[in-house]
């Protein structure tokens, strides 16, 4: 089991920053992808960015050039970093932890991002 928690959240006004934290129970980064995923207002689910345990990154099309998934494997904590926030960015961001070979996933409780205009 791994319980994710997520911090970070608030509201803040476009064109400004905000650094979501996913802290985890345990040292899981060696072999679970992690990922960052936002319910929006409509009840839309999307992919925000993962990074896979040898580093590699991806991106929604959306937010790329303004969002920076991270990872701190000392603090077992996963980040995203996320600047020049439009109101579109408005969601409930979830941390996700997904183990391929077993197809193991973990999710967050969420933590809510509001971006006013």
């Known amino acids: 089991q791994v319980q994710l928690v997520e911090s970070g959240g608030g509201l803040v006004q476009a064109g400004g920053s905000l650094r979501l934290s996913c802290a985890a129970s345990?040292?899981?980064?060696?072999?679970?992808?992690m990922g960052w995923y936002r319910q929006t207002p409509e009840n839309q689910c999307e992919l925000v960015a993962t990074?896979?345990?040898?580093?590699?990154?991806n991106y929604a099309d959306s937010v790329k050039g303004r969002f920076t998934i991270s990872r701190d494997n000392a603090k077992n904590t996963v980040y995203l970093q996320m600047n020049s926030l439009k109101p579109e960015d408005t969601a409930v961001y979830y941390c996700?932890?997904?183990?391929?070979?077993?197809?193991?996933?973990?999710w967050g409780r969420g933590t809510q991002v509001t971006v006013s205009s």
């Open positions: 996700n932890a997904f183990l391929p070979i077993s197809r193991e996933s973990y």
């Open positions: 345990r040292n899981i980064f060696s072999i679970f992808v």
């Open positions: 990074v896979t345990r040898g580093g590699s990154t």
